[in-house]
T-cell receptor, first 116, second 112 residues
Framework: DAGITQSPRYKITETGRQVTLMCHQTWSHSYMFWYRQDLGHGLRLIYYSAAADITDKGEVPDGYVVSRSKTENFPLTLESATRSQTSVYFC???????????????FGPGTRLTVL | GNSVTQMEGPVTLSEEAFLTINCTYTATGYPSLFWYVQYPGEGLQLLLKATKADDKGSNKGFEATYRKETTSFHLEKGSVQVSDSAVYFCALRPGGSYIPTFGRGTSLIVHP
């Protein structure tokens, strides 16, 4: 019962480097999301995806790129990391149901990223 | 647009005290409402939810009632424990959309 996993759990990188955060879910959920969590801002949506090969921008997409070639994976790439991208990143997934009352989000454990 | 407003924290209580965390929302149509909890060093996890007006969600002694007339979904617990110390997020999912809106979270600290 792996659920939803993220890797790495902790990452330190330098300004200007490319970094990829991985997210994998075993439920075959259609929807996947990337959030960042910062003090004073709560959770902010970066990108989301409704299915493989379908992605869209959230509230704060600048500086990030996503892809979703397989339903179970949703990697997030910081193309050229900046110090303002130091944050805790959470991946989440939710089910395929079109019934409005069932779409609970399931979150991964998070990746703590520090950009020096 | 959609929005969720939660009371600012931290909320500091003694063990066995009564807890209320206020949550109000703005949404079109008939959203589903959620409370998530985040323990230190972990991701968010669903605590309870309600999908229509007057529904009461409950779990682990926590309760919240979907009040459409006041657009509220306040979280309550009759007797908190130290282990309830966490950050609590109120959220809504609009009807017809799979994208939720989260409040900013309320930190709860329970002292022995």
């Amino acid at each position: 019962d792996a659920g939803i996993t993220q890797s790495p759990r902790y990452k330190i990188t330098e300004t200007g480097r490319q970094v990829t955060l991985m997210c994998h879910q075993t439920w075959s959920h259609s929807y996947m999301f990337w959030y960042r969590q910062d003090l004073g801002h709560g959770l902010r949506l970066i990108y989301y995806s409704a299915a493989a090969d379908i992605t869209d921008k959230g509230e704060v997409p600048d500086g990030y790129v996503v892809s979703r070639s397989k339903t179970e994976n949703f990697p997030l790439t910081l193309e050229s990391a900046t110090r303002s991208q130091t944050s805790v990143y959470f991946c989440a997934s939710s089910g395929t149901s079109s019934r409005r009352e069932t779409d609970t989000q399931y979150f991964g454990p998070g990746t703590r990223l520090t950009v020096l | 647009g959609n929005s969720v407003t939660q009371m600012e924290g931290p909320v500091t209580l003694s063990e066995e005290a009564f807890l209320t965390i206020n949550c109000t929302y703005t949404a079109t149509g008939y959203p589903s409402l959620f409370w998530y909890v985040q323990y230190p060093g972990e991701g968010l996890q669903l605590l309870l939810k309600a999908t229509k007006a007057d529904d009461k969600g409950s779990n682990k002694g926590f309760e919240a009632t979907y009040r459409k007339e006041t657009t509220s979904f306040h979280l309550e617990k009759g007797s908190v424990q130290v282990s309830d110390s966490a950050v609590y997020f109120c959220a809504l999912r609009p009807g017809g959309s799979y994208i939720p809106t989260f409040g900013r979270g309320t930190s709860l600290i329970v002292h022995p």
